[in-house]
């Protein structure tokens, strides 16, 4: 069995973007949200039909989502955050760490802007880009494979 996960990250006042993106989010098996535009997103969660994990990015300041996450989907254990407080503009090596830590094999973030599917220290390491910028990803989850795709949000 396979799980599909849409991810978005930054939206930074881009609703109409994430309003689109909507019938791909309910066609997932889930959705994970890495922070920034916390408002944005709420707008649209009565829109949401699938399970849904968010957590605060550094310009959410009226959000009381909790900084990261640690979930089980598919099989596999996800760590999510942001990554503002982990310094991923300046390396990956806190968020492989922060991820061992919770037990996690695959580390969900945002905060760069930037598409990134990596592992490091045995860490998964993915960030979808930024969705202000048109950028989104899904995930999928099959057996103990993860395939990770970015895509074009208009």
Same mark, same amino acid.
């Given at each position: 069995?396979?799980?599909k996960?849409t ?7 881009d ?18 949200f890495?922070?920034?535009g ?5 707008r649209?969660?009565g829109?949401?039909?699938?399970p849904?994990?968010c957590?605060r ?9 909790g900084?990261?996450?640690?979930v089980?989907?598919?099989?596999k ?6 990554g503002h ?7 990956l090596s806190?968020?492989?760490c /922060? ?5 996690c094999?695959v580390?969900?973030?945002g905060?760069?802007h930037?598409?990134c599917?990596?592992s ?6 993915i960030? /979808?880009?930024?969705l ?23």
């Amino acid at each position: 069995m396979s799980v599909k996960l849409t991810v978005v990250s930054d939206i930074h006042y881009d609703g109409g973007r994430l309003e689109r993106l909507l019938p791909i989010i309910n066609s997932s098996d889930g959705c994970i949200f890495c922070g920034d535009g916390a408002t944005e997103f709420m707008r649209v969660w009565g829109g949401i039909i699938v399970p849904t994990v968010c957590v605060r990015g550094n310009n959410d300041f009226y959000c009381n989502w909790g900084d990261d996450a640690a979930v089980e989907i598919g099989g596999k254990k996800i760590f999510v955050t942001h990554g503002h407080r982990l310094g991923v503009k300046c390396g990956l090596s806190a968020l492989a760490c /922060a991820a061992k830590d919770r037990g996690c094999d695959v580390a969900i973030f945002g905060h760069t802007h930037a598409f990134c599917d990596t592992s490091l220290q045995g860490v998964r390491l993915i960030n /979808a880009g930024a969705l202000c910028n048109g950028s989104y990803a899904t995930v999928t989850i099959a057996d103990s494979d993860v395939e990770c795709k970015r895509c074009s949000a208009v």
